[in-house]
Structures are given as structure tokens and as C-alpha cells.
């Protein structure tokens, strides 16, 4: 299983950008696919997951109503818009899946097995 991000760049406060995910020797349809992302000299955080089996989508708190998760099912791959962009979203954005999460730990980083490269989003204001 592979999984490639792309999409991140360098925008203005208030600017959006769109990631994708592209996943290859997996459906997504099985497979829960979550965004985390590291800020410099900060841990890596859960921003949003999707679970394939049952399509639900979770949010990390300061991503709500600025942040949509969507999938493209033909494609295999997942997006992140990201709207309305903030100078603390800046960071390195990498998205990661899973076969075996359930929902209690969907935030987890520890249970997801595959993980691609990151992307970086730069948020000026």
C-alpha cells in the first residue's frame, strides 16, 4: 500500500488550498485515510480521517467548518480543502491509512500502518 500527498504550497491568510491523497493496493472504500500534520518543533496532529467502511469523517476541533475531507472513489484518493486558511494551519501535512482503526482511535497516529510523504503548507498572514 502506498499513499502519496500532494497540493500543499505557500498562500495568504484567508487562502485555500486542496490536498490529495492518492492511494495506491487499497481501496479507500476498506480503508480509513487520516491527515495529520507537524508544525516546526511541535508534534505531529491528527486533522481529519475518514473511515472507508463506513464513510464517516472526523474533524479535528480547530479544522471544523474551515476544512472539508471528501473522497473520490474512482480515483482512489482522498482531498483535504482547506479553507479560510490560518498562519498557525502552516505545517507539514501528511495523510496516512489504516485497515484496522476503529472509531476510538481514529485520532491516533499510532494505528495507522501506512504512511505517505508529507506535503508543506505555508500559511503567510
Known amino acids: 500500500v502506498q499513499l502519496q500527498a500532494s497540493g500543499g504550497g505557500l498562500v495568504q491568510a484567508g487562502d485555500s488550498l486542496r490536498l490529495s491523497c492518492a492511494v495506491s493496493?487499497?481501496?479507500?472504500?476498506?480503508?480509513?485515510v487520516g491527515w495529520f500534520r507537524q508544525a516546526p518543533g511541535k508534534e505531529r496532529i491528527f486533522v481529519a480521517a475518514?473511515?472507508?467502511?463506513?464513510?464517516?469523517?472526523y474533524y479535528e476541533n480547530s479544522v471544523k467548518g474551515r476544512f472539508t475531507l471528501s473522497r473520490d472513489n474512482a480515483k482512489n484518493t482522498v482531498h483535504l480543502q482547506m479553507n479560510s486558511l490560518k498562519a498557525e494551519d502552516s505545517a507539514i501535512y501528511y495523510c496516512?491509512?489504516?485497515?484496522?482503526?476503529?472509531?476510538?482511535?481514529?485520532?491516533?497516529?499510532?494505528?495507522?500502518?501506512?504512511w505517505g510523504r508529507g506535503t508543506l503548507v505555508t500559511v503567510s498572514s
Open positions: 493496493g487499497r481501496t479507500i472504500r476498506s480503508f480509513t
Open positions: 475518514n473511515r472507508g467502511s463506513s464513510d464517516v469523517t
Open positions: 496516512a491509512g489504516g485497515s484496522r482503526i476503529i472509531v476510538s482511535n481514529v485520532r491516533n497516529e499510532n494505528g495507522y500502518d501506512y
